[in-house]
């Protein structure tokens, strides 16, 4: 298992998980995800793309980065293949995570985004109390 991260432009970084995603290789996952969440990022992507086994111990580290975001007002999105995608919608988290098929969509939906609305109402999308998140202002849509 390897996590690298990268950063695409100063307000997107992209979070790149490789191999099994297991009991044991989740904690080394989550500092990683800490790491990147301290320099906070505007957008966090998570490629799960390279990822060759993922089951409830990834799930359960999808929850804890999609909760650590919220707090934190971060934009998150999940690269991920269709057998992830799969799991995703049989467990019904599909439905709060913007899931993409190419790390190169996800790129350019969070570029849009970002692009489209004014720097103002990315604030305004956090309420102060930090409970709420600019996530929503990624909506899925078909690749």
Do not use: K
């Given at each position: 298992?390897?996590?690298?991260?990268?950063?695409?432009?100063?307000?997107?970084?992209?979070?790149?998980?490789?191999?099994?995603?297991?009991?044991?290789?989740?904690?080394?996952?989550?500092?990683?995800?800490?790491?990147?969440?301290?320099?906070?990022?505007?957008?966090?992507?998570?490629?799960?793309?390279?990822?060759?086994?993922?089951?409830?111990?990834?799930?359960?580290?999808?929850?804890?980065?999609?909760?650590?975001?919220?707090?934190?007002?971060?934009?998150?999105?999940?690269?991920?293949?269709?057998?992830?995608?799969?799991?995703?919608?049989?467990?019904?988290?599909?439905?709060?995570?913007?899931?993409?098929?190419?790390?190169?969509?996800?790129?350019?939906?969070?570029?849009?985004?970002?692009?489209?609305?004014?720097?103002?109402?990315?604030?305004?999308?956090?309420?102060?109390?930090?409970?709420?998140?600019?996530?929503?202002?990624?909506?899925?849509v078909p690749d």
């Amino acid at each position: 298992m390897a996590v690298t991260s990268e950063a695409y432009d100063e307000d997107i970084i992209v979070l790149r998980v490789l191999g099994e995603v297991t009991t044991e290789s989740t904690p080394t996952i989550d500092l990683d995800v800490r790491r990147v969440c301290r320099s906070d990022p505007t957008v966090l992507l998570v490629d799960l793309t390279g990822v060759t086994f993922f089951g409830a111990a990834g799930l359960t580290l999808l929850l804890d980065i999609y909760r650590r975001t919220e707090l934190s007002g971060t934009a998150l999105s999940l690269v991920a293949s269709p057998r992830i995608v799969r799991l995703l919608v049989i467990t019904d988290l599909a439905r709060i995570f913007d899931v993409r098929g190419t790390l190169r969509h996800a790129v350019n939906a969070a570029r849009d985004v970002l692009a489209n609305v004014p720097w103002q109402d990315l604030a305004a999308a956090t309420p102060p109390s930090g409970a709420g998140s600019r996530r929503r202002l990624l909506r899925p849509v078909p690749d």
